[in-house]
């Protein structure tokens, strides 16, 4: 049986809608049948758990084969990039709780060329390893293990005929995983970024108790998965120094067009699954046309549910954040999806077509996603960690002058406790052999992550992998409620933002990371490592 054959029938049903139909809502397919149908709106390959024989769970089992592929971008045009399976985005993978993900992943890209610099240093651009950003899974073994490396054939063994390498990734999603909107990208360090801005990402969507609402589940369905490329005649550039793309100006993608059309009725709801997949740019999203603002209602955050739906004018994510969002069809006219500082509209909104009548219902409550942590459950009150980014530049010789370090009550140690800690190749800077923060499951810590950027333009937003945090302060200020994150934009000002954090260490030990999101800076050492601990001791970082 293919593909299509095995997804569920209420995914189908959506996925037809969206595709097909322009995303008319499920049950209005048949009286849609009988319209013409306008240009279908892009949406990745899609690829479904389905029932493993022998055991009571689901297994998503797919390869995923990566080399470079002349593909045509819609408004852009040719170009040639890294791909999964040959497409932009890669496929969607959709499983629920409780389900296996087995991908094998294929490198056909050719042998990487020599490297001379250090690890902060770009490298290795055609090895790759798989992340499955956001999700709470074991950073351990063949999970989303990021110390991996999926290494392409040596030059050597290309030309003896060798066969392609390939590496299994396997995660197993907890039971009681949160349903939502994730997403997968490459993030082995020094090529994630050429990577990322090549298109090697793709949406990963974990079905549960929210998709079953009534009002959500008659909704369509549609993974909105913003790209932000660099491409120059056609390429993405070959990362060779520290102003690699500079004047090189990004492309955006919606699903891997460039600025497509969606079509939504008047009164018809549809709910977009927004992800930020863009290594340099945040994104600050208002839906305009028409003489005005379309309200939106955020349902989620990094993947959680809400408690109810939030009405919003803007939505604001940094790189790597996703949104999930209601829209109903307003006023009929031409909407733009728009974001502050890109200079085109990232996909255009038609409403058009008969109303829907009665108009399609929004949910008034929602099965909240995670429960909320208090200051009451911290663990150890003397504990608390303090992360800061600060950039030194044009401290260094060569062709990667600009230092970006993560500072703060864990720092990576200077590698001259005597010497200039500005010029120093190790203080603040990523080692793989030193582990900064070390982390007991079953914790609850509080922490406070800032910038001392003095310009608001730049960004550093901080991720933590396996467990996801609660926001409660940014600026000083309680949010109130607060709200659940794996990632969190920090822009600069006078002074820089910050954040303060709770988190509980859940399920799950092994060594793993914390860093920008910023992708670029994170190549160049802009990381920490953090290891889930069982009963050992949680002081500072230690070799």
Known sequence: MGEIGRIRRRSLLKAISVVGLAAAPGRLLDER????????????????SRPDPGSASSVLDRILDVRLTDISIPGYGPATTRTYNGALPGPTLRLRAGDTLRLTQINGLPPNPPHQGGHNTPHHPNSFNLHTHGMHVSPSEQADNVWREFAPRTAEEAAAGASEPRYTTTVHVPADHPAGTY????????ATTEQLVGGMTGVIVVEGDVDEVPEIKAAADVVVCVNELKLKDGKVPAFTSGGWVKGIPSTFT???????????????VQRWRLVAATAFTGLRLTVTGNGGTMTVHQIAQDGVTFGAPVARDLVDLAMGNRADLLIRGARPGTYELRSEG??????????????????????TR??????FLDENDISDPDADREVVFHADPNVFTGTFPNAFRMLGTHATPPA????????DLSYGLFDPDYTNHT??????????????????????????HTNQFLLTHRNGERLDPPVWHDTVGLPGGAPGQSVTFLVKYEHFTGRTLA???QLHHEDLGMMQTVEYVQDQDVDAGRR
């Open 33 to 48: 049948r009988a319209s013409p149908s306008p240009a279908p709106f892009p949406q990745p390959a899609l690829a479904v």
């Open 183 to 190: 997403w997968y990208h490459p993030h082995l360090h020094g």
């Open 254 to 268: 919606v699903n891997g067009s460039v600025n497509p059309t969606i079509t939504l009725r008047p009164g018809e």
């Open 342 to 363: 890109v200079p085109g509209p990232l996909m255009t909104i038609e409403v058009t077509g008969p109303p829907v009548e009665p108009p399609m219902e929004l949910p």
């Open 366 to 371: 929602l099965p909240a996603g995670r429960p």
């Open 416 to 423: 001259d406790r005597d010497g200039d800690p500005r010029r």
């Open 439 to 464: 982390l007991r499951v079953g914790a609850v810590e509080r922490w406070t992550v800032r910038t001392d950027e003095t310009l608001p333009a730049f960004n550093h937003p901080f991720h933590l």
């Open 515 to 517: 860093h920008c999101h």
